[in-house]
Nanobody
Framework: QVQLVESGGGLVQAGGSLRLSCAASGRTFSSYAMGWFRQAPGKEREFVAIINRSGGDTYYADSVKGRFTISRDNAKNTVYLQMNSLKPEDTAVYYC?????????????WGQGTQVTVSS
């Protein structure tokens, strides 16, 4: 079992920056790929970014590529999302996700979310 707690959301003007953090419980954090997803009002949850277990490989949605950076600190059991050049369309609840496959079973854990609001 992994528990995830996001923090760092808030209200920011367009063009500004925020850094989200996601702290994970347990001793197996480094065995999970970690991701960020977001859900805007009236829309489905969408993928934002993912980082592999070691932190050596990352992948981004086209809508955030070049503006957002995902990173992790396995010693601190924490994954980050640095968001720069924020746009009003980035407004959403941002969720942290931990994922790994054990034999044929996919383990998937979610945080409670943190609100990001970008004003124009």
């Amino acid at each position: 079992q992994v528990q995830l707690v996001e923090s760092g959301g808030g209200l920011v003007q367009a063009g500004g920056s925020l850094r989200l953090s996601c702290a994970a419980s347990g001793r197996t954090f480094s065995s999970y790929a970690m991701g960020w997803f977001r859900q805007a009002p009236g829309k489905e949850r969408e993928f934002v970014a993912i980082i592999n277990r070691s932190g050596g490989d990352t992948y981004y949605a086209d809508s955030v590529k070049g503006r957002f950076t995902i990173s992790r600190d396995n010693a601190k059991n924490t994954v980050y999302l640095q968001m720069n050049s924020l746009k009003p369309e980035d407004t959403a609840v941002y969720y942290c996700n931990a994922k790994k496959v054990v034999t044929t079973i996919q383990l998937d854990y979610w945080g409670q979310g943190t609100q990001v609001t970008v004003s124009s």
